[in-house]
């Protein structure tokens, strides 16, 4: 069950309109039956939706009490009797879709708090929200429908464009931001990049000219810190999720769709094509090219250009193949060495 201290509750929902949110079929059930909210396999009730998406969990959508749940078609005869199925080749992009039909999260706020500073020249559409503490500089503009949490920071000149939810204590400057974007608290957006000329009589600093510039349905993971460029613009591509703490640096560029998870960090002027991922405190030096569907591993380190397509890890990054065999080897020499 969620908490409706946190979240708003919709419904109930027939299983036919549950069926349309998931764009999935009716394959049994009363098509009328209503239905009050989402849940867990283990702990799901009569009124319950459910879903199944990895094999892993079969045993328990076979002991489930659920009244319908969402599966593959391949599962769909494990189901225990009197269970409803919504029927889809995708189960866990369908959940997603009836989550969000049935939850949302509860606005903190509504409209411009009275704690907020928002400067004249500041243009907030009507039904934007401004939470308490939040500052809105000169020149600022922030879309309708956009939620900007408390004690964030929108920097002069600023667009936000419409239906984004900035969280609390961000700070935007120097960044144009798209339609839909999710931005979670402490994020800090287009700071000056780490430029210098270095020298024996000292680092002169490089002024950082450019900005950052985030696409549309973009979400960025708490203290997350994106600098801006130093003459090009940083560019992060339409879809990306950028999961918390992540470091991306100066002129990055990211293609659409690109799955950047925690604790990653992308040095200067790197070129990401569209869907690329990289694991978990993957490390990405600068000037590099990584081409589009390039999938990086947890923990690698990228030295040197990456095609598109290529599955690499490890430190320096390889192929995944043989990186695979190289630990496998040392393994094997360890043991044999201990024994």
Known sequence: ????????????????????FAQAEI???????????IA?????GPDDVSFLDNKKYVDAFVASGAGACIVEPSFADRAPEGMALLVTPQPYHAYARVAAAFHAPLDSHQGVSPTAVVDPAAEIAKNACVGPGATIAAGARIGAGTSIGANTCIATGVIVGEGCRIGDNVTLQCCIVGNGVIIHPGVRVGQD??????????HLKV???????????VEIGANT????????DTVIGAGSKIDNLVQIGHNVRLGKGCIIVAQVGISGSTELGD????????GVAGHLSIGSGAQIAAQSGVMRNIDAG???????AMPVSVWLRGVAMLEKLAQKKAS
Not at 275 to 282: D, E, M, N, T
């Open 225 to 232: 810190t994106i600098d801006r460029g130093t003459g090009p």
């Open 27 to 37: 394959s049994r059930g009363e098509p009328d039956r209503q239905y009050g909210g």
């Open 207 to 217: 002024p950082q000219l450019g900005r950052v510039l985030i696409e549309d349905d």
């Open 310 to 316: 290529a599955k690499v890890g490890g430190s320096p």
């Open 193 to 202: 990049g780490f430029g210098f000329a270095l020298g024996p009589q000292g």
């Open 1 to 20: 069950m969620t908490d409706d201290r946190f979240f708003s509750t919709d419904g109930p929902f027939s299983l036919t309109e549950i069926a349309a």
């Open 40 to 44: 867990p396999l283990s702990s799901a």
């Open 275 to 282: 869907f690329v991922s990289i694991g978990g405190q993957g």
